[in-house]
């Protein structure tokens, strides 16, 4: 058995490993920190997890990482940063679920995040966790950076056009639906119930820091640069991304082509679902699982081609994801512990 | 006090037509009629109207128009034209909630809607009813077509850049998030409280038949055709609309100045909110009034405007307006009946 | 035109009273106070108000009883009591929404709400503001104690069958579900979205506050003293009562007489509907309006009576029915501002 | 491996069942059976399926129990009782999630589900199939009924203080919140979204078929027959059942003795979790899991003792507790593909 432990283990993406962990069975919990709660039982402030974890919170420190072979950080941003550095001196594998280390350019996380970065010499050892598309990197890697909710149904959509170069990589718009949990757990107006409730709202438009990440992650796939328009809303559901990527198709592609690229591209995947002729992506469907569902559609009268993508922003956008990482880190079968179909109704 | 009349009281949007004109202080109920329901007590139907409306429904005949002065047709698309030509040899004011005046050109209608027109004739003669664009019109009308929910949205959103000529009018996306009332009363799978609650979805892609409306409605605002982009969802709310409107700006437009072209357009109207910088519309704060939240966004990376809009679907989207139509027509104060805030929360 | 100034504006009762203000037809609203938004526009701490409020919040001071013929308070429990007796010394009529002067005896107040009453000799002047059990003291009051959401929904359900001597005071038991806005603006962890919706708990079993408000109020109706059983849960919605009130049928009660016991209590009141037989309430139908919807079934087999009973909890449960208690208080027809019915869906 | 078949794979039951078979390690799915989707695959009708289930449904006929070890009956009630007696020829145990085989007494059956029962003969062979109480007699059965979702979660809170003789049966009543996924897939009006949103509702008073069910049971619990006051209400949430179960201490209980009876009757229980002091359950805790959760507090003020009781009615209330069934009929370990905890948020 594997040894796994977490850093910030109360949050909503530290549960969801934990439901994630407990089911998974070749892997082990070992310790558990989360600051303000450290000393009491996890099941006490998470009570979906009495009776399947019985265990006492302890704070972050170096000594985390040398009992475990993988730790997740579930840290906010910039907190991850400050223990890295420190925590990669055990031989423990790193999964950081933070946006620290997913941008290759110190200069880019500066600007978006609004604070110089700390360790700017592991932005290049550190593999963007997409297995999709980086499978053998992170296989090697011992600081993987796990990708954002809303990037992963983003790239996931896009990616296989900008690799065949089939779209205008200036003409990308992408607007994504979030469940509320994407907001964290910590105590806001816009994320009480009486407020986010039976309503739809948008937020940080032109400027979400996911925004340069998807940008370098489909440069990545593609040929050359490419700008995002990205415009990030809020739903009246706990989880969930629906995300619609629209794009200008380049001269010369056949439309009918666009859903047998994305067929294509991930036959053998064993989490990305392209959806049959005339069934649309739906979140509900997603909850609870790792999966992503994809289906496009050329659109001949406009010259455009959209491509919704849906996902669980606490799964396969966060802790599912994360676990398919230290999956193919540990060498153990990709899908253990997230043979998991969503949780409908 | 002014007589009224519905047809098609017992779905959403006549239900929502009577909460308005129960404290509507110069209008009263004449005629409630519903096909299937016909000899029970709406009330029995609706039972939020239990102790406000006490009134016995009936089938629709010609007779109806003629006890009233404005007849609201809550009826379904191409049920409507059945009826229409019949009802017009009264004297009575007509207010069709449908699809079927709304577009000027019958080859349209008969592409989109996959029926041909039964009365293209009418179709000159039929008033668009946004009283925001054409108030004057609607003052003489006979037969005013109620533009449609996610129209209402985005033509207010975009119209004020349209006629300043700011914008390519090729390069329009919208991309709009529904409360789920915007499906109807009728019963249907994908509407059940299981299928539709905590869960986003796409639908009618390319296809949605509000697209050509948007686009006529667009033209006439501008000085030429536009093509749009149309994305509807779905999201679990009973209300609401939140539309997300992008378009490529034109060079030489000042980026700054879009939110003051918007505020300028609406001065005086007295259901367009355009929203202080920095706050972005919320469409539970909309839900059962008429208003309309606005906000835009230049962004100069990315040479895009971005134009939010929000609505209550069965309000400013349907009933609402048609309430504020009827206002017009009759020569009342175009806000009697609608001197409601939003329900929030 | 009177005028009302509300202090405490910017809660949901606060926000709730505006709605319903703005559309009064005989009334203005004079101040509004908020203590930490003090200095702001209410539009900009309740958007729902934008473009229908328009007013800046000051401080609550002696002075905002000056102004107005009727304040309300909506301040939090054991705020109110540090106010009432200074502004008392204007002519102004008062409404208090917290519960600092609904029961009559500083003893029971000091045991439920563990404080003691600052100014006890207040408690016999002051009215318990029930207009269908208190109607003409109302009239005739300066300080109204505005009922709690929980239990005007228990005691208008039972209040019927105590005075008829039906049921075993010492056998009741109530079981409400509430909305979450019940529960109030503050931010707390239960009331997130995430940990509110789609769930429905229970709290403060066997402690609520409300328990020794609803003993009082049934005692009153009744000829003795009761003991009530009460459990309140949360229910993922944001509006809404539903009260299950049980009790066993005294010997010689005929078990078809107290649907129509109910019916005869409140033959001519304006907001409380007793159902058709087969017709069980259902919050949604309320949410809105200020209106009770009422059933009740005698079970033989079992010997119990049930009376069901649905309000908004904001409604006729907080605003809507200080609302009420204002127009009787100031001479107007007891329905203005009042005449909506629910907003469904 | 062994084989597990469906009948009725398309309901959310169904379903559900499917969603823990494929993470079960020890069995796999042989038929699944639905009567108007036959022919189409699986995934095509529960989109959450997609990837995880690829087969193809079929008509049930007798066959369908030849070819596996276990078949679980997700059919409708009085559905399930035409096929069983030709179905039990085979050597296939039979797990049916419908009412037909709950009741001792075919009287009963007939009294309240108003119909006779087809073969009431197999009533005493069938075992009631909740492990907690039966676990013995499944081990041994070939045909187990399993219990209702309302009557689990309310036998499992109120069994051990029947057993103690603590409470008096004749006071017992039971006010059960169910999310509505309870009310099946088939299309109503009351289950639609903008009907079921937001609302609590009580139907079926006094005549709900699952209260000679819990009597049933409890009485097999106590020393003799009991009454119970049973209440059902629809929550907005798609899962979920929260019962508070209130009923008379007898004289001479300790009140500081419940909840340790609670704890004492489930040690050692896998899936039944008596929370510690001052937590109360909440239904979203348990959703997606097998997990029961159970808190009492006796009242000495009424000398009533509350027991509320949370689960998730898909779960333990069917496809988990079927499950679990099936794996102490088969001899596996009891909580085999039933390790997830709830999915929360």
Redesign the interface.
Known sequence: MKKISIAGATG?TG?EL??LL??H?EVETATLTAESHAGKNIA?I????????DQTLVKLSPEVAQGCDVLFLALPHTTSMQHVPELLKSDCKIIDLSADYRLHDAQVYGDWYKTPHLNPELLSQAVYGLPELHRDKIKQAQLVANPGCYPTSAVLALAPLMKENWVDAQSI?I?S?S???GAG?K???T?????????????G??EHRHTPEIEQALAGAATGPC???F?P?L??????I?A?C?ARLLPGTAPGAVTDALARAYAGE??V?V??PG???????????N?V?LQA?A?T??G?V?V?S?LDNLGKGAAGQAVQAANVMLGLPETAGL???????
Request: some cysteine; proline content about 9%; glycine content about 8%.
């Open positions: 909503y549960i934990l439901r407990v089911k069975p006490d998470a009570p979906s997890l009495r009776g399947w974890v718009i607007d639906k469940g509320v949990s757990r105590l806001k107006q994320t009480q119930f009486c407020e986010a409730n039976e309503s739809v709202s948008a937020y438009l032109g700008t995002v328009s415009t809303l739903a009246p559901m706990p989880r969930g629906l619609s629209t064993p989490f679902r959806l049959p069934q649309w992506p739906v979140t509900g469907a997603t909850a609870g699982s999966a569902h559609a659109d009268r406009t455009r959209i919704m849906a043979t998991t179909s969503g949780v409908a109704p």
